[in-house]
């Protein structure tokens, strides 16, 4: 039997998982507090399609909404990445890592 934070884990690689919902979470880095009309202003989908994608991410609750008025303001929550983080990667050496990112975007030619 899954425990609660198992559960909360496979919601958070689900919604992650998907182009779309990264693009999201990248726009909402960039400017935090966007309306879905802001949102959807950046992506090629209609606002049906690109509320199941913020749905999602609700529950997975990368994405927390506030209410100004009319409009429903949404946030990126960083701690479930956090969380993904600390499981998954921190416990991998940093300058281990960056040499293997180094030597990726050298070998293909791109920036570090």
């Known amino acids: 039997m899954?425990?609660?934070?198992q559960i909360a884990e496979d919601l958070v690689f689900k919604a992650l998982g998907d182009p779309t919902r990264r693009?999201?979470?990248?726009?909402?880095s960039e400017k935090n507090g966007q309306t879905l009309g802001q949102l959807c202003e950046n992506l090629n989908m209609k606002r049906q399609s690109a509320t199941q994608h913020i749905e999602l991410l609700e529950a997975a609750n990368l994405v927390t909404t506030q209410?100004?008025?009319?409009?429903?303001?949404?946030?990126?929550?960083?701690?479930?990445?956090h969380d993904i983080y600390a499981r998954w990667v921190r416990k991998f050496e940093t300058p281990r890592l960056n040499l293997l990112h180094d030597l990726k975007s050298d070998l293909e030619g791109g920036e570090k």
């Not at 899954?2 to 934070?5: E, G, I, P």
């Not at 693009?23 to 909402?28: A, G, M, Q, S, V």
């Open 2 to 5: 899954q425990t609660q934070k």
């Open 23 to 28: 693009t999201l979470l990248d726009l909402l």
């Open 67 to 81: 209410r100004r008025g009319r409009e429903k303001l949404h946030f990126i929550n960083p701690v479930p990445l």
